[in-house]
């Protein structure tokens, strides 16, 4: 994980009051586009993962050997 460089973080007391909601707002969307990223990135990542699962007790089935069992 980078360390963030000091000089780069915004404090809240630097914004005026009156464009705060708006910062704030704009945070809450990206938080929650990010997310939403995470959670796509999450379920393909499990779908690759059974691929993979498959394609090995495919190769262990055409070599001959036994593959891991599939949990119910």
Same mark, same amino acid.
């Given at each position: 994980?980078? $360390? +963030?460089?000091?000089? +780069?973080?915004? &404090?809240? /007391?630097?914004?005026? %009051? ?7 707002? @704009?945070? =809450? ?6 997310? @939403?990223?995470? /959670?796509?990135? #999450?379920? $393909? =990542? !499990?779908? @690759? &993962? %059974? =691929?993979?699962?498959?394609?090995? /007790?495919?190769? !262990? #089935? =055409? $070599?001959?050997?036994?593959? +891991?069992? #599939?949990?119910?």
């Amino acid at each position: 994980m980078q $360390k +963030k460089d000091p000089s +780069k973080i915004i &404090q809240i /007391d630097s914004i005026q %009051e009156s464009d705060r909601s708006n910062f704030i707002q @704009q945070l =809450l969307n990206e938080n929650f586009r990010l997310r @939403q990223i995470i /959670d796509e990135v #999450t379920n $393909k =990542l !499990a779908i @690759q &993962q %059974e =691929l993979m699962q498959e394609l090995r /007790d495919e190769i !262990a #089935t =055409l $070599k001959g050997l036994k593959h +891991k069992p #599939t949990p119910p």
